[in-house]
């Protein structure tokens, strides 16, 4: 008995100081229950609440909407549920309330309501702040991802899903350690990761550790961790910032493994070795024989012919040989000297020369040893145009764009106009032709931009489908006139039958003290105006031109396309859909095929049985045709039709084996008709 008495206190104590305000009322609508945290959110006391009538007490209180719903629960007898409701209180501040309205019922009859009210607006507040904190780390650059204690993530944004080519949805709440990094180290990082959480170890500032991301492949990426602390100074989570950087790393490699290759070839030279009289007159008194093959010349040619010395030097390097001779001090490190062979070919070569001198101090002669350089010359200027040039389009990168800015960046080169242009059907490209296509394209877009460019202009790939073009002593007429040649042109030409398009804005700088920043942001600024202005013409131009081509590229496909459409559309009508559901038909019917454009005309031609590889190709195409409607804002409500236009109601079709009435009910009848 004592037990149950001390229990019953223990709930009454928890209803009464819960922060669910909880109002009980009897069959005739009077409060015969109250908590304390009711009547606070009402400013009366419990006693003034007690036997009232809740219709009439709460009229002129803050909280009158509960009349509202509680009269529309004990209409019906069902529960009536409030999400959120915006409450003006008597300070004039707004408060919002949740609640729930739960008639009690005796065989079906009214005997009174159990009402739960609650204040919700720190919490939508923290929401709401939330969802801003979202969109700063959405923004950001670099994969952000929070982790709890336990390695689960709990927040990650934009730039870690596009890394990890997930969505959010995906990622938040797994581990991190068991889902995202690689098999081989995820076991020895997450007891790494739980020491960290308890402060017995530390990772360093700065650290490369891979993830394994959707499609299977590796990124390094360069971390750094912070932690999250509660007000007692424990830590509660553990922020982590990343930077990818695979592609970095892999350039670097390449440069280093072209570096040693070249620099092999170089050093691996037969060296020359020579002896010069510098007094009384100058002459060869030995060379030896490998100077035959570096420069042409035999031995006894230098022997006979005293001047050849002297000729054999490059004209604009005879003064720095003649400067390094003048000091003892040059001497102690090698020079570099061009020399011209006999068939009047430079040849870079590196020389180590001992002098000779005489009692008074005179330099008599000159020992050394000539080592052929020129392969690592070229290997020296192939890296320094590796590191200045985007491998891709052969463009300039940005680094060397930023430094050519800086270059131009003077009075002389006024007026400056920074063109900026981004490609608009890149990911259209790579999603319906792969990146390979894609490639091609942003080649096509460089070639093309190169050929109505002066030599002087500078013309970078800007980053990703980004193009930069930087015109010295040119004004904003000139350069407008230069994009409406490129655009001009970009309408007669195509990639994979898709026309190229590209989205262009300039700026110039017609004085000094104009910002140079603010220039490259104003054309940014036109560009991006530009393209959205233009983005909903250059779908449609590309969607026409692909069902213009697959028509012409497969002339059944068209006559097959035209029966299709005319008998969905009786079958739609024959099943009375709405008019918007006939044109959904209508456009399914037409564009089914789409996919079909990736696919070669050889093989979806072929007479032939076709092999089980060529069979897998085929049944591609309703993916393909996914892809390209998902990139078009006129076809993406039909995407998820023409994925599923092949799917059977056995589960026996491809590419996801729906069955039922998990096919689409348009997939389904196009699927028949087909």
């Not at 090698?334 to 008074?360: F, L, S």
Request: hydrophobic share 35%; with cysteine; charged share 30%.
């Amino acid at each position: 008995m004592e037990n149950n008495y001390n229990n019953y206190k223990l709930i009454k104590r928890v209803i009464e100081n819960t922060d669910e305000g909880i109002l009980i009322t009897s069959e005739k609508d009077e409060i015969v229950y109250t908590n304390n945290t009711a009547a606070r959110i009402n400013h009366l006391s419990k006693k003034q609440f007690i036997g009232k009538n809740i219709l009439s007490v709460l009229s002129d209180r803050a909280l009158s909407f509960i009349k509202q719903y509680y009269q529309e629960a004990k209409k019906t007898l069902r529960p009536v549920i409030i999400k959120s409701v915006p409450v003006t209180v008597n300070n004039n501040k707004e408060k919002i309330f949740s609640g729930q309205f739960t008639p009690i019922l005796r065989k079906n009859v009214f005997k009174g309501m159990l009402c739960c009210i609650k204040n919700i607006t720190d919490y939508i507040e923290l929401e709401k702040q939330k969802a801003i904190a979202q969109n700063y780390l959405d923004i950001a650059e670099v994969l952000i991802v929070i982790l709890d204690k336990k390695g689960k993530v709990k927040l990650i944004n934009k730039k870690g899903q596009e890394i990890l080519e997930y969505k959010r949805s995906e990622i938040i709440g797994k581990n991190w350690f068991d889902n995202f990094i690689p098999k081989k180290i995820s076991k020895s990082l997450k007891a790494k990761f739980k020491k960290f959480i308890k402060d017995e170890w530390r990772f360093p500032e700065v650290f490369e550790i891979p993830v394994f991301t959707k499609s299977g492949n590796e990124r390094i990426i360069s971390w750094r961790n912070t932690t999250i602390k509660d007000e007692d100074d424990n830590i509660t989570a553990v922020l982590s910032s990343g930077e990818d950087i695979t592609d970095k790393i892999m350039m670097e490699h390449k440069l280093i493994e072209d570096e040693k290759r070249f620099r092999m070839l170089a050093e691996n030279a037969t060296d020359i070795v020579f002896r010069f009289r510098i007094s009384p007159e100058l002459c060869c008194e030995y060379i030896s024989p490998s100077i035959t093959k570096i420069s042409g010349y035999t031995p006894q040619e230098y022997y006979d012919d005293k001047e050849l010395v002297k000729k054999i030097i490059h004209q604009e390097d005879w003064k720095l040989l003649q400067e390094h001779l003048k000091s003892k001090k040059n001497f102690k490190k090698p020079i570099e000297i061009r020399w011209v062979n006999k068939n009047n070919d430079t040849i870079w070569t590196e020389q180590n020369i001992t002098p000779g001198y005489n009692k008074k101090g005179k330099l008599i002669t000159i020992d050394g040893i000539a080592r052929d350089i020129t392969e690592r010359k070229k290997a020296e200027e192939k890296i320094r145009y590796l590191s200045f040039h985007d491998s891709l389009t052969d463009l300039y990168n940005r680094a060397y764009f930023e430094e050519e800015l800086k270059r131009l960046d003077t009075r002389r080169q006024l007026p400056l106009t920074f063109v900026m242009g981004d490609v608009n059907s890149l990911k259209f490209v790579n999603d319906a032709f792969g990146h390979i296509e894609g490639d091609m394209l942003l080649k096509n877009v460089a070639n093309l931009m190169k050929s109505f460019c002066r030599k002087e202009d500078i013309i970078a790939r800007w980053g990703g489908d980004e193009f930069a073009i930087l015109l010295p002593q040119t004004s904003s007429d000139y350069a407008e006139n230069i994009v409406k040649r490129i655009k001009a042109a970009c309408k007669k030409t195509s990639s994979h039958k898709i026309p190229i398009s590209i989205s262009l804005g300039f700026c110039s700088k017609e004085w000094y003290e104009q910002n140079i920043s603010s220039v490259i942001s104003e054309a940014e600024d036109n560009m991006y105006k530009n393209k959205l202005l233009e983005k909903k013409s250059i779908s449609g131009e590309i969607i026409s031109s692909i069902t213009k081509n697959l028509f012409t590229k497969d002339a059944e496909t068209e006559e097959h396309t035209i029966r299709v459409r005319n008998m969905v559309l009786e079958i739609g009508k024959l099943l009375n859909l709405p008019k918007n559901e006939l044109d959904n038909l209508s456009l399914l019917a037409t564009l089914h095929d789409i996919g079909k454009i990736a696919i070669s005309d050889e093989l979806l031609n072929k007479k032939a049985k076709l092999t089980n590889r060529e069979w897998e190709i085929i049944k591609r195409h309703p993916e393909i045709g996914f892809n390209i409607c998902e990139s078009s804002p006129q076809l993406s409500h039909i995407a998820d039709f023409v994925l599923a236009h092949h799917e059977w109601f056995d589960g026996s079709g491809y590419p996801q084996g729906l069955k039922g009435e998990e096919i689409p009910q348009e997939s389904r009848i196009l699927a028949i008709i087909d």
